[in-house]
């Protein structure tokens, strides 16, 4: 068994992406791509002891890009104009487990940064944003290679998306 590090460290890299389409707009677009987890799915995988196989194609049906929306916090703007902040701003928890299990069995605490956290919000042009951390970095920061090379592999998966979406891919996702 792997001893544990008391500390890890890395520098993240928070990719902020303009976005030249509305809140609402780009949101709704991003959820159509990245669906919700089907929890009632799942689950009816876990009751009946199902392989590892039924796992991944279940996933391959429902994650037509590599992600499922694990949780959503809904729009906190409402709130926050309680305190005279009027922009909108939804944060969700973006991920595959079935890729997620690739850094589990090496060191289950690559979980910390699994899923990987997304942020849509207005931005300051009047368009849209999109906050994400740049996943290799902090995946790396574990020094194992297979849980690395899965970072980089989610790199290449958010690019995907981002593409998909038809807005601007950051050049750290590609490199």
């Known amino acids: 068994m792997r001893q ?76 926050m104009k309680l305190a005279g902040d009027s922009l909108h701003c939804v944060e969700y928890l973006m991920g595959n487990h079935t890729t997620a299990e690739r850094m589990f069995r090496h060191d289950p605490a690559a979980m910390l940064y699994a899923p990987l956290r997304t942020m849509i919000s207005d931005g300051p042009d009047g368009g849209a944003r999109f906050i994400i951390e740049q996943p290799s970095r902090a995946f790396g920061s574990f020094g194992v290679d297979a849980i690395h090379e899965v970072g980089l592999e989610l790199d290449r998966e958010v690019a995907a998306l981002l593409a998909f979406l038809e807005v601007p891919v950051p050049a750290h996702l590609s490199d």
Do not use: K
Not at 42 to 51: E, H, M, Q
């Open 4 to 79: 544990g590090r008391a500390e890890r460290s890395y520098q993240a890299r928070c990719l902020d992406i303009s976005i030249d389409r509305s809140f609402e707009d780009f949101r709704r677009q991003y959820e159509q791509a990245v669906p919700p987890y089907d929890d009632a799915a799942f689950n009816a995988l876990v009751a009946r002891d199902a392989p590892w196989d039924d796992v991944l194609s279940l996933m391959r049906e429902r994650a037509p890009h590599d992600f499922l929306i694990y949780w959503s916090s809904g729009d906190l703007q409402p709130m």
